[in-house]
């Protein structure tokens, strides 16, 4: 049963640069929400997808984006980096039609902007 | 957003001795989740309450979901030394957004 998985672990771009995150979701899932965490902070909601829709967003500006695939598939899309948007982006997955939610996570990506 | 403190911020113990942190919160949630993060992971879920007053075991750790529903409670027993790491807490709302906690680090020494 394959969990969580991200792509890339780790990645590295220069202020301005736009980067593209990848989130696969456990199997059977059909949910897939966005976090940050900075270096010592519990993660932040970024936002949620389903049904290839962002159903919900957290307290982020526009140059945060996303996409849900058909296959239940993410991505994240950051423009314009500044250097407050080094951290640990983490993907998380769920499904939508359980009772009770749990959120499984994946690794993370590791952001670092210069 | 809403605000989770933990505490405390930091525990160091010695292998064998016991574990309390706690979660709390100005609101009212109806989930609260455990989370365990080692450096560089992402949290790997604990135990999973959804209901004020019940308490769930996973192996040495219990968690409990305060009867105020307000609050949460993690406790570890017989602490070992791959119990080393971040616990978070995460609290949701009815069908909203999970909000995490700051996180207690524990530091356990042989």
């Known amino acids: 049963d394959a969990g969580v998985t991200q792509s890339p672990t780790h990645l590295i771009k220069t202020r301005g640069q736009q980067v593209t995150l990848r989130c696969s979701p456990k199997?059977?899932?059909?949910?897939v929400s966005w976090y940050q965490q900075a270096l010592g902070q519990g993660p932040q909601f970024i936002f949620q997808?389903?049904?290839?829709?962002?159903?919900q967003r957290g307290n982020f500006p526009d140059r945060f984006s996303g996409h849900q695939f058909p296959n239940y598939s993410s991505e994240l899309n950051v423009n314009a980096l500044l250097l407050g948007d080094s951290a640990l982006y983490l993907c998380?997955?769920?499904?939508?039609?359980?009772?009770?939610?749990?959120?499984?996570f994946g690794s993370g990506t590791q952001l670092s902007v210069l | 957003g809403q605000q989770l403190n933990q505490s405390p911020q930091s525990m160091f113990i010695q292998e064998g001795e016991d574990v309390s942190m706690n979660c709390t919160s100005s609101?009212?949630?109806?989930?609260w989740l455990w989370y365990k993060q080692e450096p560089g992971e992402g949290p790997v879920l604990l135990i999973a309450?959804?209901?004020?007053?019940e308490l769930t075991s996973n192996g040495r750790l219990t968690a409990q979901f305060g009867i105020t529903r307000k609050d949460s409670f993690l406790n570890i027993s017989a602490s070992i030394p791959s119990d080393v790491g971040i616990y978070f807490c995460?609290?949701?709302?009815?069908?909203?957004?999970?909000?995490f906690g700051t996180g207690t680090s524990l530091t356990v020494i042989p």
């Open positions: 609101s009212i949630f109806n989930t």
């Open positions: 995460a609290g949701q709302l009815a069908g909203n957004q999970f909000y």
């Open positions: 997808y389903y049904e290839e829709e962002e159903r």
């Open positions: 199997s059977g899932h059909d949910t």
């Open positions: 309450l959804y209901k004020a007053g």
């Open positions: 998380a997955s769920s499904f939508d039609g359980e009772l009770n939610e749990k959120l499984f």
